[in-house]
T-cell receptor, first 113, second 113 residues
Framework: DQQVKQNSPSLSVQEGRISILNCDYTNSMFDYFLWYKKYPAEGPTFLISISSIKDKNEDGRFTVFLNKSAKHLSLHIVPSQPGDSAVYFCAASVAGRDDKIIFGKGTRLHILP | DGGITQSPKYLFRKEGQNVTLSCEQNLNHDAMYWYRQDPGQGLRLIYYSQIVNDFQKGDIAEGYSVSREKKESFPLTVTSAQKNPTAFYLC????????????FGPGTRLTVT
């Protein structure tokens, strides 16, 4: 039973264009959402997060949007750069419960020259 | 430099042997975690620990064991009972009440033949 779903295993985007990575969740108790970026043979690095009390959080080229009614969040990268090619994991947690975060399966983003 | 170290980067073992993966952190984090990543899969939680001498099973603890004798260290033993031990193993840590902000080590790729 996947509580965090990333339905696109991979995505290819032209350099300079917008990359949009999507994530759906099923547990309405989740109140904190994160995106991690991972290069091959390395550990994931935290990218950006959003609390359930917000619907948007922006950090430079990265913006995360949260639609609680649809249980959906998305990560926008504008403009996309070659170094953005990586696997992106969506994750969610219930603050103060179990001290765990639940990860999606990831989306591999390819930035095309 | 604060961070999490995992050693070795690559590890090879024969089937039937136990193997211990090292994880050390100097971030003064109370909580530590072990995940496993398989191709096309997200990060799945094996074990986590919130305090010295205490740890909890994650979603896929069977065939694994851990210890937490020191705050800085959280070694993972992959036992011969683990049916599919070949994987990429990631260690993470966080401040106790901020499990949603986990910092990851570089990972250990274990190959069992």
């Amino acid at each position: 039973d996947q509580q965090v779903k990333q339905n696109s295993p991979s995505l290819s985007v032209q350099e300079g264009r917008i990359s949009i990575l999507n994530c759906d969740y099923t547990n309405s108790m989740f109140d904190y959402f994160l995106w991690y970026k991972k290069y091959p043979a390395e550990g994931p690095t935290f990218l950006i997060s959003i609390s359930s009390i917000k619907d948007k959080n922006e950090d430079g080229r990265f913006t995360v949007f949260l639609n609680k009614s649809a249980k959906h969040l998305s990560l926008h990268i504008v403009p996309s750069q070659p170094g953005d090619s990586a696997v992106y994991f969506c994750a969610a947690s219930v603050a103060g419960r179990d001290d765990k975060i639940i990860f999606g399966k990831g989306t591999r983003l390819h930035i095309l020259p | 430099d604060g961070g999490i170290t995992q050693s070795p980067k690559y590890l090879f073992r024969k089937e039937g042997q136990n193997v211990t993966l090292s994880c050390e952190q100097n971030l003064n984090h109370d909580a530590m975690y072990w995940y496993r990543q398989d191709p096309g899969q997200g990060l799945r939680l094996i074990y986590y620990s919130q305090i010295v001498n205490d740890f909890q099973k994650g979603d896929i603890a069977e065939g694994y064991s851990v210890s937490r004798e020191k705050k800085e260290s959280f070694p993972l033993t992959v036992t011969s009972a683990q049916k599919n031990p070949t994987a990429f193993y990631l260690c993470a840590s966080s401040i106790l009440d901020r499990a949603y902000e986990q910092y990851f080590g570089p990972g250990t790729r274990l190959t069992v033949t």
